[in-house]
């Protein structure tokens, strides 16, 4: 009789366990699920780093300018060479209590029209060059 009864606490145990998880650090809320990003995008082949881009962060920027954008928390942990920005850009903002670098840095690459793309030495990344597509690509 006994057995009957742990069977049910096992089950509940089991399921709590399971769902503590998948929890994130207090304070944060899972990615920002609206921003769908290509497979493509940002792909390195290298498992740091393409942890790195998946870790969610609360990013408040209020209108930062764009070359500035990429010295901030959270994306100021790797080197970056900026080539060809937009003069004009306006002043980027983003207000979100769960997003990655990986769709910060997509939503960048859409709001501004920039490629980014990753250069290697020894088979690592080492810097990723962000630059404006030429204007035939944008339209």
């Known amino acids: ?41 940002l792909h390195s082949g290298n498992k740091d780093l393409d942890s790195w881009l998946e870790e969610p962060f609360q990013v408040q920027y209020d209108e930062v300018p764009l070359p500035h954008v990429f010295n901030k928390f959270p994306l100021n942990d790797i080197n970056y060479r900026l080539e060809r920005l937009p003069p004009d850009a306006e002043s980027f903002s983003v207000d979100s209590p769960g997003i990655t670098r990986r769709q ?21 990344p080492t810097v990723l060059v962000v630059r404006a597509r030429p204007q035939s690509v944008m339209d």
């Open 1 to 41: 009789m006994w057995k009957i009864l742990l069977l049910p606490v096992a089950a509940l145990s089991a399921l709590s366990f399971l769902a503590s998880c998948k929890q994130l650090p207090r304070g944060f809320e899972e990615p920002e699920a609206s921003i769908v990003i290509p497979a493509y995008f």
């Open 104 to 124: 910060l840095l997509w939503a960048l690459s859409q709001e501004y029209h920039l490629s980014m793309t990753f250069e290697y030495a020894n088979r690592q």
